[in-house]
């Protein structure tokens, strides 16, 4: 009995150490991390999917402002062209005017524009601006002449009152006729007559009661040469110049009412042929 008793005691201590061993063992390992139990990421989808979202709607707005910015800047250099294009019209316009300016500051006296001009190079302007009241009048290489036996025509105004008229003239015979201040059967005209008479005369007409040699000057001409005859008339002041020289300067007096204002004319009175060039009427 006491050897089974020892035996059960030893195997009691035996079983005790081992398993203390196995104890120490285990006390010694460490302890296996734990993998923690996921959390639920329903809600954290739904705050990349709602950034997702935002992103596009940016991108989207982004390019829409980029198409409306590109067409701002079309537009913007479509109107800076505009403006640099009438910004060049300006300065031409500019530089016209004060070109203009410039003139008209220079210019003390401007001469006054002639009430009428002709140098009858240009037959179908002279025939309707002038009227023919007889005779026939033709422009023959660049000159107004009258190759019947005697006529007349006349040009401009009733109401040219003062002016000076300018006009070469050229006659195949004695008699060369200038008309001033026409007006029907009344006005003033000069005859330059050649030899034998060698001078010029200046002739008034009331109501067609001719007063010829109202007053006369002497001077040189002859048939087949031209002339230049310049007749200034202001107020009842006339003054008759041949190729610049003053001829007659006579201010009218006489009891018969002078005649104020009219057209100008040329005439002959037999035999053909008077040619005029450069007329020219200039306002006083």
């Known amino acids: ?79 800076v062209t505009d403006l640099e294009a009438a910004n060049l019209e300006m300065s031409n316009q500019i530089a016209i005017l004060t070109s203009q300016l410039q003139a008209l500051q220079e210019c003390v006296v401007c001469p006054p524009q002639p009430l009428f001009e002709d140098d ?37 105004n009733l109401s040219w009152t003062d002016y000076t008229l300018y006009v070469d003239v050229m006659g195949m015979t004695v008699d060369k006729n200038i008309d001033f201040r026409r007006s029907d059967n009344n006005g003033y005209w000069v005859d330059l007559r050649a030899a034998p008479y ?37 107020g009842n002041a006339i003054k008759v110049y041949v190729d610049d020289n003053l001829i007659i300067n006579y201010v009218d007096t006489s009891p018969t009412v002078p005649q104020g204002s009219g057209r100008i004319g040329f005439d002959t009175f037999s035999a053909p042929s008077i040619y005029l060039d450069n007329v020219k009427v200039i306002p006083e």
């Open 1 to 79: 009995m006491k050897k089974v008793a020892f035996a059960i005691v030893l195997i009691v201590l035996i079983v005790g150490i081992v398993f203390g061993g196995m104890s120490v063992a285990n006390a010694a390992k460490p302890t296996p991390k734990q993998t923690p139990t996921p959390t639920p990421i329903t809600g954290l989808e739904a705050r990349v999917g709602n950034l997702e979202t935002a992103v596009a709607n940016l991108q989207s707005q982004q390019a829409e402002m980029s198409k409306q910015i590109g067409n701002l800047t079309s537009a913007l250099e479509s109107a």
């Open 120 to 156: 009858f190079e240009d037959a179908a302007w002279t025939l309707a601006n002038w009227e023919v009241e007889s005779g026939d009048w033709q422009v023959v290489d660049g000159t107004f002449a009258c190759l019947s036996n005697g006529g007349r025509a006349v040009a401009g």
């Open 198 to 234: 060698n001078d010029i005369v200046l002739c008034k007409d009331t109501e067609g009661n001719g007063q010829c040699y109202i007053a006369t000057g002497y001077v040189v001409n002859y048939a087949g040469t031209w002339y230049s005859l310049k007749i200034q008339v202001v």
